[in-house]
């Protein structure tokens, strides 16, 4: 090959990929929880909204998802009360508080205090939001819900499923 062939290989090789979409190495290991999860949820009986309404004597949910901890099916709703955020974890077969901790340190205070700034802008709940994407998504389960800010609007990411399939949408809370 030429010095110019080979130039114009690496030009268009650097080209793809910064053009191509980029992929975080967690982006991966969300989707293989969420089909973890999928796998799981048949052996829930309460549903993400539910657990948004039984977590609420610990404070106002800012966040809730199905996920998998230790092979196990866990249905965690985080809250806040005041400047205090707690994990609530929803006994998924009963609908009954399992257990409450308070959130103190690192990634997870991190993200309740990002939800927590988005929700200050509600005028929605995050239930609300659910039941708005379940009945435009007829069929679908919700497998988790967070908030964030989108130019300057609070808006719930839901996360639904039906079978295998996985889809997220966006639902206004303001």
């Known amino acids: 090959m030429t010095k110019q062939m080979l130039l114009t290989l690496a030009i268009g090789a650097s080209f793809l990929m910064l053009a191509a979409p980029a992929i975080r190495a967690d982006d991966d290991d969300d989707e293989g929880d969420q089909a973890a999860v999928v796998k799981a949820l048949p052996q829930a009986k309460v549903s993400l909204a539910q657990a948004l309404f039984a977590s ?7 966040s809730a998802k199905f996920e998998v901890e230790d092979g196990k099916l866990e249905l965690s709703v985080y809250t806040m009360k005041a400047d205090k955020f707690s994990e609530v974890i929803v006994d998924h077969v009963t609908g009954k508080v399992a257990k409450a901790e308070a959130i103190t340190e690192g990634e997870d205070l991190e993200a309740s205090k990002a939800q927590s700034a988005a929700m200050k802008g509600a005028k929605k709940t995050l239930a609300s939001a659910v039941d708005a994407a379940l009945k435009a998504n007829t069929g679908y389960k919700a497998i988790s819900v967070v908030p964030s ?24 809370l303001d």
């Open 56 to 62: 609420a004597h610990e404070g106002t949910p800012i």
């Open 149 to 172: 800010l989108k130019d300057g609007h609070a808006v719930a990411e839901v996360v639904l499923t039906k079978g295998v399939e996985i889809k997220t949408v966006d639902e206004k």
